[in-house]
């Protein structure tokens, strides 16, 4: 499922907009890329929690050369599914 099939998903499921809905999934994907680049979580209750998280700084292999290389420390984005999802995900047919 890509952005527009969500979109689509949801319009139908709530009497929306296509253009509506589409604004709103745009506010709430932006909204939680701007409080986790500020460091903090987002937890939507049964469904996860969006955070971040640091890499640290380690030395890697250039696969092409065999060359050792540093890569530098990076943040990182976390995604931790929550329980009812998990349940959801792994709920026997």
Known sequence: MNKADLVEAIANATDLSKSKTDEVVGAMVAT?????????????????????????????????????????AAKTVKFTAGKAFKEAVNKKR
Request: no cysteine.
């Open 32 to 72: 939680i890329i701007k409080a986790v680049a500020k460091g903090d979580s987002v937890q939507l209750v049964g469904f996860g929690t969006f955070g971040s998280g640091k890499r640290a700084a380690r030395t890697g292999r250039n696969p092409r050369t065999g060359e050792s290389i540093k890569i530098a």
